[in-house]
């Protein structure tokens, strides 16, 4: 569902508190196992369209905090969801320069191992 949101660009207000809902269900109950395809899903299409509360975005950085050392193993996912986060401004200073840092370090060896 959340596929056809970011693919539209569009995310109906009648349905955006009910989407948040369950995503965040989603993320308290399984963010262990949460795959990093789907972070960079939610975090597109929640950056994008904008319409999910302060407290669904702490929740989604949490996630995406924990899965720092899975980030770094795919630095594709790691550039696209800090690079949504910052085009959008919705997260907190400290994880965006958290996974600055992170990008940095992984091009950094990338580089240096080349």
């Not at 539209?8 to 009648?14: A, I, N």
């Not at 594709?76 to 969801?81: G, R």
């Not at 840092?101 to 950094?108: G, T």
Request: aromatic share 8%; net charge neutral; charged share 30%.
């Amino acid at each position: 569902m959340l596929n056809a949101y970011h693919e539209s660009s569009y995310l109906p207000k009648q349905f955006a508190s009910e989407v948040e809902q369950a995503v965040k269900k989603h993320l308290l109950e399984q963010d262990q196992e949460a795959k990093l395809s789907e972070l960079a899903l939610i975090v597109k299409v929640f950056c994008k369209t904008r319409t999910a509360s302060r407290d669904f975005h702490k929740i989604l950085e949490s996630a995406i905090l924990m899965k720092i050392p899975e980030l770094r193993k795919d630095h594709k996912v790691l550039h696209a969801i800090g690079l949504s986060f910052e085009e959008s401004g919705l997260c907190s200073l400290d994880t965006l320069k958290a996974l600055k840092k992170e990008a940095f370090q992984v091009e950094a060896e990338l580089e240096i191992f080349k």
